[in-house]
């Protein structure tokens, strides 16, 4: 029962966020983009729906989120570049929005929640899990960086290594937060999103020093939220549940 009130909320959260697309189409870009937009869009929502239905139950990888975002990309969003034939900034955004609309419906209609009541892990548990995390792609950026120092980079590469702390361990707290509605597709969505603008929001100060460029808070906002956005869903998609299962075992073993 509970498995069918969080499917019929996903539902619902996609269903809403496919209208709020169409209803953006129709109120911001003006009368000759509509063909494109609002025609472009009922293709790609009708044919993430029927895939799911059809062949949804056979594919088992989170990462097929990620395939979803970059074919809704190629119909909705890159049209709007300048590059092909577009570049208004409200039609950019608006198609992003629908390229995030795509990957929600996918998520809510090819998703299985947990069959069981999951429990929640502890704060301690969620930045001790973040903290690896970063140990782990500190050391594996620690040969590249330590390559591109040696040929005569700044220093300020090294401001790297900190922005991983940061952002992994901020995603860290806010999984930890929303941890109550994982059991939902759209609700992971939202920590993946969220999550990936930590992570790459972080990395923002540290590539702006390396390029001796001033610091442009919207700037960074705004690709943290176009890689959060495409990145950050099929990772807790498909990657946390073990993690956090193990996480949860910890917690309880030492209460």
Known sequence: MKQRENAFIDH????????????????????????????????????????????????????????????????????????????SDRAATIGFFGVQAAVLLWAALWWQGPGEEQSHISLRSALRYGLLVALGFSAVAAIPILLILLSGDSWALFLVFPAYFVGFLSAAILFWALQGIDNLAVGRYLIGVLGGICVYGAMGPAVAIFDHRAF??????ILALVAGGFVGPALALNAYDIPKARLAKRSRAKV
Not at 19 to 41: D, H, M, N, Q, W
Not at 216 to 221: A, I, K, P, Q, S
């Open 12 to 87: 619902m959260v996609a269903a809403a966020a496919m209208i709020v697309y169409f209803a953006l189409v129709v109120l911001f870009l003006p009368s000759s983009e509509y063909g494109r937009a609002l025609g472009t869009g009922v293709v790609t929502f009708a044919v993430v729906f029927f895939v799911a239905r059809k062949f949804g139950s056979r594919i088992r990888s989170g990462f097929s989120v990620m395939a979803v975002g970059f074919g809704a990309t190629a119909v909705l969003w890159m049209p709007t570049f300048p590059a092909m034939g577009g570049g």
């Open 216 to 221: 442009d808070l919207r700037e960074n906002f």
